[in-house]
T-cell receptor
């Protein structure tokens, strides 16, 4: 039973570029959340997708956008990259159909470095 | 406002010592959930426990135990007889009830635990 998988593992971009990160949720999970974790900090909520819709958004600019596909997988897109976007991007999935606030299961993350 | 505070930035212990990681939270809601996650150097966050606001019973799982006290808004985590494999960053997190359309996690800044042989 595969857990949450994210790709790529590492990515190096330059300022102003655009990036797409991908996430496949754990089998049986229908909800995907994205978090940004800066070095030495706790993860910060970016947004959550359920039924292909963005359900809530954290305090992130519109440069951050996402999508959820019918198979529950998800993408995170970041435009006009800034140096401050360098971080570990974590994807988490959970089974909303099993009741409130089920534990979110995390992937290994994508480490994004902006030069 | 919702907030999670982990005042201990880093703790170092010697193997077999007991260690307690502190977590204090703030929320306006009466229904909420608290979590602990472990983050080893590989980066993946590993779920340890979920507790809802109506269940104040302490829980023990092997060498791990959790003390939830609503009166002090604390959800502390104790590792008994620590082992080198326990070395990681531990995060406490808060989530409000799903009725708010999402169950986003609000994390503390984490406590880095180093267990030396």
């Amino acid at each position: 039973d595969a857990g949450v998988t994210q790709s790529p593992t590492h990515l190096i971009k330059t300022r102003g570029q655009q990036v797409t990160l991908r996430c496949s949720p754990k089998s049986g999970h229908d909800t995907v959340s994205w978090y940004q974790q800066a070095l030495g900090q706790g993860p910060q909520f970016i947004f959550q997708y359920y039924e292909e819709e963005e359900r809530q958004r954290g305090n992130f600019p519109d440069r951050f956008s996402g999508h959820q596909f019918p198979n529950y997988s998800s993408e995170l897109n970041v435009n006009a990259l800034l140096l401050g976007d360098s971080a570990l991007y974590l994807c988490a999935s959970s089974p909303r159909g099993e009741g409130s606030n089920q534990p979110q299961h995390f992937g290994d993350g994508t480490r994004l470095s902006i030069l | 406002a919702q907030k999670v505070t982990q005042a201990q930035t880093e703790i170092s212990v010697v193997e077999k010592e007991d260690v307690t990681l502190d977590c204090v939270y703030e929320t306006r809601d009466t229904t909420y959930y608290l979590f602990w996650y472990k983050q080893p150097p590989s980066g993946e966050l590993v779920f340890l426990i979920r507790r809802n606001s109506f269940d104040e019973q302490n829980e023990i799982s092997g060498r791990y135990s959790w003390n939830f006290q609503k009166s002090t808004s604390s959800f502390n985590f104790t590792i008994t007889a620590s082992q080198v494999v326990d070395s990681a960053v531990y995060f406490c997190a808060l989530s409000e009830a799903l009725s708010y359309n999402t169950d986003k996690l609000i994390f503390g800044t984490g406590t880095r635990l180093q267990v030396f042989p």
